[in-house]
Nanobody
Framework: VQLVESGGGLVQAGGSLRVSCVAS????????MGWYRQTPGKERELVAR?????ITYYSDSVKGRFTISGANVKSALQMNSLKAEDTAMYYC??????????WGQGTQVTVSS
C-alpha cells in the first residue's frame, strides 16, 4: 500500500488548512486510515483516525477543531482554528488491524503566531 499526502503549508494562527491522503495498491481490508504528527525531538502522536465503519477518534488537543473524513482509499483532515502548537510534520497512516502498517512521506504544516 502506498500513501501519498497533499496539502499542508504555512498558515496564520486561527486559520484553516486541509491535508489529504490517497491510498493505492493492495487497499482491500484496510481497517483504518489516520493522521499522525511529529515535531523534532518528540514521538509521533496520533491526531485523528477513522475506521472502515466511519467511527472516528480525535486526540484531546485537536477535538472540536479538526475533522477527519474518508477511509480505505482517501482520507482528509480539515484543520480549523489552528494554533502554533499544531506546527508539525503530518503523516497519513493506514492499518489492517489496530496499528499502522503503512505510512506516507509526510507533509509539513506550519502555523505562525
Amino acid at each position: 500500500v502506498q500513501l501519498v499526502e497533499s496539502g499542508g503549508g504555512l498558515v496564520q494562527a486561527g486559520g484553516s488548512l486541509r491535508v489529504s491522503c490517497v491510498a493505492s495498491g493492495s487497499i482491500f481490508s484496510l481497517n483504518f486510515m489516520g493522521w499522525y504528527r511529529q515535531t523534532p525531538g518528540k514521538e509521533r502522536e496520533l491526531v485523528a483516525r477513522i475506521n472502515r465503519y466511519g467511527i472516528t477518534y480525535y486526540s484531546d488537543s485537536v477535538k472540536g477543531r479538526f475533522t477527519i473524513s474518508g477511509a480505505n482509499v482517501k482520507s482528509a483532515l480539515q484543520m480549523n482554528s489552528l494554533k502554533a502548537e499544531d506546527t508539525a510534520m503530518y503523516y497519513c497512516a493506514a492499518g489492517r488491524k489496530e496499528s499502522p502498517d503503512y505510512w506516507g512521506q509526510g507533509t509539513q504544516v506550519t502555523v505562525s503566531s
